[in-house]
């Protein structure tokens, strides 16, 4: 859950994300370039047949598990429009997610309309972002009324808090809409249970919704999961899928809400942040305790990774990386990824459990519920700011070309 401060520097780091950039060659970039391998013809051959299988075919192989994905392509602008000649999308909420979903469909000429509190944060950024108050820009209880597609992008903490006073608002007729599996599959703690007579679906972006509005600008299309959890009208996955293209997705993933929320809450605290986040830390630490200084074990623990190794990870696979390096690198880093998967899987496993069982979500929601979450969330974030490693970090991008 982004705060409104991060809201705000990441509207930042948009706008120089989207400014033209000078090709930069750094140090970094140097290395990659001189040791790039070049793919293995088998590699080719996979790649391209995944992209021949991919367009206008909707069963893709993944690593032998053939799953259905839908996408953009089938979804000209004039059929959106026409799909949606009749709807009125209210877009509660103007977060990450409300800001790149809202815009993409004003963009895509959908009539949709934005409900937030008034005078809140949300409303002042909406109109800052051009929405009218009293023509596309409402509170959340005049939005919800003229709405037939509620889009429920209000923080998961919130959806929670306001059910109460929304629910009555959905009436038979209308679509509720959720970017998160969060809200209807802990029912238990989120006290969300669904209205039995309408369509109940999900759109989740795999990524920011700052980056749902940059790939839309460029003219791509980020990856999201779809689901339906309740299809009264016979039409709610043709309706996810619709929506899905229309806020801005590429390549659209079918899943369930369950498996959506599981894997998303499951990874975040994973892979994608918190074990990184621990790996970091730890490998920083035994670093500095044997002796290196802050730049040697900063540079050999996060700038080479993010800079280097990881990207060419997310380029072509992990095959690649290791044939991008040395053949020193290589033979240690494949002998010693073994012992880290068998020590690690354990703690994956409790992590999963607890995801499952309600433990994550439940703590996820006393925290949002405190008074004081957002001095508390600050608080934290200090802390992190003022690690050595991290204002190592800071020390090390300053000396990065593009900085210096
Ligand atoms: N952020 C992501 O990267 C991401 C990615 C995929 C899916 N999602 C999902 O998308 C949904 C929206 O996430 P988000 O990150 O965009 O949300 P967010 O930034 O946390 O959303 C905050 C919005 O909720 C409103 N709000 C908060 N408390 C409220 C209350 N008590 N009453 C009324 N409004 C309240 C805020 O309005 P005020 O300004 O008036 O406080 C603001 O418009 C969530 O279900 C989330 O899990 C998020």
Sequence with gaps: MASQRSNRALRLALRQATAPR???????????????????PAQKAAASAFVQQARGAKTVDFAGDKEKVFERADWPREKLLEYFKNDTLALIGYGSQGHGQGLNLRDNGLNVIIGVRKDGTSWKEAQQDGWVPGTNLFDIDEAIGKGTIIMNLLSDAAQSETWPHIKPMLTKGKTLYFSHGFSPVFKDQTKVEVPKDIDVILVAPKGSGRTVRTLFREGRGINSSIAVFQDVTGKAEEKAIALGVAVGSGYMYKTTFEKEVYSDLYGERGCLMGGIHGMFLAQYEVLRERGHSPSEA????????????????????????????????????????????????????????????????????????????????????EEIRNMEIWRAGKAVRSLRPENA
């Design 22 to 40: 000078v090709q930069q060659r750094t140090f970094v970039s140097a290395v990659n370039a001189a040791s790039r391998p070049t793919l293995q």
């Design 298 to 381: 900063f540079n050999e623990t996060v700038e080479e990774a993010t800079q280097s190794l990881y990207p060419l990870i997310g380029q072509n696979g992990m095959d690649y990386m290791y044939a991008a390096c040395s053949t020193t690198a290589r033979r240690g880093a494949i002998d010693w990824s073994k012992k880290f998967k068998d020590t690690l899987k354990p703690v994956f496993e409790e992590l999963y459990d607890s995801v499952k069982t309600g433990k994550e979500t439940q703590r996820t929601m006393e925290y949002a519920g405190r008074k004081d979450y957002r001095e508390a969330f600050e608080k934290e974030m």
